[in-house]
Every structure is written in C-alpha cells, then in structure tokens.
C-alpha cells in the first residue's frame, strides 16, 4: 500500500449530488441523505439555532 500520488489516481466516486430540494451539492449518494436541508431524512427542513446561512436559497442576490 502506497500513500502518495498513485492513491489520489483512485479518489474518481462521486459521494455528494445535487439535493433536489435546496439545490446544494449535499446530497450524499449511499446514504440517499441531504446534509443541508435533511431531505431524506425528514420532511422538515433541517436548521439550528446556531446557524447562520439560509441554507442555499438566497445564495447570490447580485
């Protein structure tokens, strides 16, 4: 086993799509789990207190 340059050759699997509910590239493909919005996982969309982004929707105003 090799750590170098002839392992990232192998790092070509895509993990994260696009969520087709808030639009990011947080869609984790195994799991079938969104990590921005949990759509996936629940119906409601997924914030906490302590965050501060809106989640992707208004992510470019100008």
């Not at 509910?21 to 906490?48: E, I």
Request: charge should be positive.
């Amino acid at each position: 086993m090799t750590k170098g340059t002839p392992s990232m050759g192998k790092k070509n699997k895509i993990s994260h799509i696009r969520c087709r509910r808030c639009g990011r590239v947080a869609y984790k493909t195994n799991t079938k789990q969104c990590a921005a919005c949990g759509y996936g996982k629940t119906a409601k969309l997924r914030s906490y207190s302590w965050q501060t982004h809106d989640l992707g929707r208004n992510f470019r105003t100008s």
